[in-house]
Nanobody, 133 residues
Framework: QVRLVESGGGSVQAGGSLRLSCAVS????????IGWFRQAPRTEREFVAG???????????DSVKGRFALSRDNSDNTKNMVYLEINNLVPEDTDVYYC???????????????????????WGQGTQVTVSS
């Protein structure tokens, strides 16, 4: 199992940028693909982006393509960092953002698998992003 801790949320004006971080620690952290989800009150938690366990392949929801960018630092065997850069923020991006872990053995080409919330085994506590117009 892994532990995930998000950070980097905050309040920004529309058009600004934020970089969210997800610290992934525990055993065999490099075996875990990481996804980012977001959730507004009284809505379903939705997938926005994912990165494979090696950090070489990314997956984005259509709604965020071109504005969201993922990267991963695997240099530490016991703690990996995954970053979600969000550019040109709009008020509709106001949500709690969660990172989640999934054991990354399944073929990465199966985007439906990696965007399914139910497939993820470990979750962080979330970080709030608020965008004002």
């Amino acid at each position: 199992q892994v532990r995930l801790v998000e950070s980097g949320g905050g309040s920004v004006q529309a058009g600004g940028s934020l970089r969210l971080s997800c610290a992934v620690s525990g055993r065999a952290v490099k075996d875990w693909a990481i996804g980012w989800f977001r959730q507004a009150p009284r809505t379903e938690r939705e997938f926005v982006a994912g990165i494979n366990r090696l950090g070489g392949d990314m997956l984005y929801a259509d709604s965020v393509k071109g504005r969201f960018a993922l990267s991963r630092d695997n240099s530490d065997n016991t703690k990996n960092m995954v970053y979600l850069e969000i550019n040109n923020l709009v008020p509709e991006d106001t949500d709690v953002y969660y990172c989640a872990g999934i054991c990354g053995i399944h073929p990465w080409q199966d985007s439906e698998y990696y965007s399914a919330r139910a497939k993820y085994d470990a979750w962080g506590q979330g970080t709030q992003v608020t965008v004002s117009s």
